[in-house]
């Protein structure tokens, strides 16, 4: 059972910090150099120098960015910069932002979940992880002793209680309004009263959790509770480090927004490619789009948005000039011979499975690796194929959240890059300290 509890919140002190706007950043994972930089310039309390601090040519042992973030951490606490809520609560938040002209709200509620492994299935993943990424991720942690960024996850709300509780915290005045680039904002209540406290943890207790963007985190968090209780074996069942900051949203929240990763491929033989849209038309029914100057991402997202119950659809740039090809998807059964027998059903009819295994692996003779680049734009994808940097561009629909939610319960993995959760959830809004307990 999933073991949902409040937590009392470190967040910044207004006194010191009016506008949160000057603090908040994007998680480690979205942030290039260029804006490591520039978030380190926007106000000497942005967390970006606690939860993705420059390195410096002279850095030591002694003196990195994990022990800076340590330092720069325990200064805020002392000098009230960060300052943590008498009473636990669990955290209402409403993310709005601007998605293709249209202003959306996404209501997440950010809580102290207890950290449970893979194999019990209370919390689920839908992809796997590197190496790499945990062990950054882990040194912060034992840097802080803290969750400086939730981890996105998704639930059901069977009944709608948990959506009735939420509509009467609305109606209070939100402790903080933040106002950031790029069109978002976001409002934060805390919930605490007992009894919606216990309609939280009740309505969630039966339910799965899914991990939407968050899984290298997830798995640092349980690498860091068992170094805790190496330490620590004693300690209660409500220790904080038991425990990892979460934002859950519900699967059908209408700012639940999952957009694609498009696939440009750099090189393809020749061979193939004179080859490839007869064989094509074996497996696909193909329409062509002429594409006119000037050409919008919102267009490319228009032409390629399929309607409701569409069969799988794949846009194809560079195989005829100025032209996007639509790929529909003849019948999943024409494919079973070319896909993996040992991959779920959900995992098998899903539009990057079948690119990946059909197109690219069958017809083309390309697996991951340099060859492919992502990228989240399909303008980027026509401009760099239009400009002959790479030879085909591949444009994706997005994954149905119900997809994700298939492949977690079946055990399965979706390829690499097949989902992004947009937007991404702010980071230091909200800490969750690891000391103590709940």
Same mark, same amino acid.
């Given at each position: ?40 310039? @926007? ?39 960060? +300052? ?32 449970? !492994?893979?194999? @019990? ?10 190496? %790499? ?89 349980? &690498? ?14 409500? &220790? ?17 927004? %999952? ?82 027998? !040992?991959?779920?059903? &959900? ?53 149905? +959240? ?14 690499? @890059? ?21």
């Amino acid at each position: 059972m999933a073991d949902i509890r409040p937590f009392r919140g470190l967040r910044y002190d207004p006194a010191m910090v009016p506008d949160l706007g000057t603090a908040i950043c994007p998680p480690y994972d979205v942030i290039s150099p260029e804006m490591q930089q520039a978030l380190h310039y @926007k106000g000497p309390y942005n967390i970006v120098r606690v939860e993705y601090g420059l390195s410096g040519p002279e850095d030591s042992f002694w003196n990195n960015k994990y022990t800076r973030a340590s330092k720069t951490f325990q200064e805020w606490m002392e000098r009230h910069v960060l +300052v943590r809520d008498k009473a636990p609560a669990v955290y209402l938040h409403h993310h709005y932002f601007n998605y293709y002209g249209e202003v959306v709200t996404r209501r997440g509620l950010i809580a102290a979940v207890r950290l449970e !492994d893979w194999d @019990k299935g209370v919390i689920r993943p839908h992809e796997g992880t590197a190496a %790499v990424f945990k062990v950054d991720r882990l040194n912060l942690m034992r840097a802080v002793n803290a969750n400086i960024s939730p981890v996105f996850a998704l639930y059901q709300d069977r009944g709608g209680a948990i959506s009735s509780l939420m509509a009467q915290t609305e109606c209070r005045p939100p402790l903080a309004r933040v106002a950031v680039a790029d069109d978002e904002s976001h409002n934060l209540w805390a919930i605490t009263e007992p009894q919606a406290l216990e309609t939280i943890s009740s309505q969630l207790a039966p339910e799965h959790l899914y991990v939407a963007d968050g899984h290298h985190r997830y798995e640092t968090a349980l &690498a860091y509770r068992q170094e805790r209780l190496q330490s620590e074996p004693d300690a209660p069942e409500n &220790a904080a480090f038991k425990f990892l900051m979460m934002t859950l949203v519900e699967f059908s929240d209408p700012g639940l927004i %999952v957009q694609p990763f498009h696939r440009l491929i750099k090189t393809v033989p020749e061979s193939f490619l004179r080859e490839l849209k007869s064989k094509l038309d074996r497996y696909f029914e193909i329409d062509a789009a002429p594409l006119g100057c000037p050409l919008s991402s919102a267009m490319l997202h228009r032409i390629l948005k399929p309607i409701k119950g569409e069969r799988v659809l794949i846009g194809l740039l560079g195989l005829e000039q100025d032209t996007l090809l639509i790929l529909r998807l003849r019948s999943i059964d024409v494919l079973a011979s070319l896909l993996p027998v !040992d991959r779920s059903e &959900a995992y098998c009819s899903l539009d990057v499975s079948i690119l990946h295994h059909v197109i690219l692996s069958r017809l083309l003779g390309i697996s991951e690796g340099e060859n492919i680049t992502y990228t989240k734009s399909e303008l980027e994808t026509w401009q760099r194929v239009s400009a002959q940097e790479y030879r085909l561009g591949f444009l994706l629909n997005p994954v149905d +959240v119900y997809a994700v939610k298939a492949i977690a319960d079946a055990g399965d993995k979706m390829p690499q @890059k097949s989902t992004y959760f947009y937007p991404k959830l702010p980071t230091g809004l909200v800490i969750n300290s690891l000391y103590g307990t709940l």
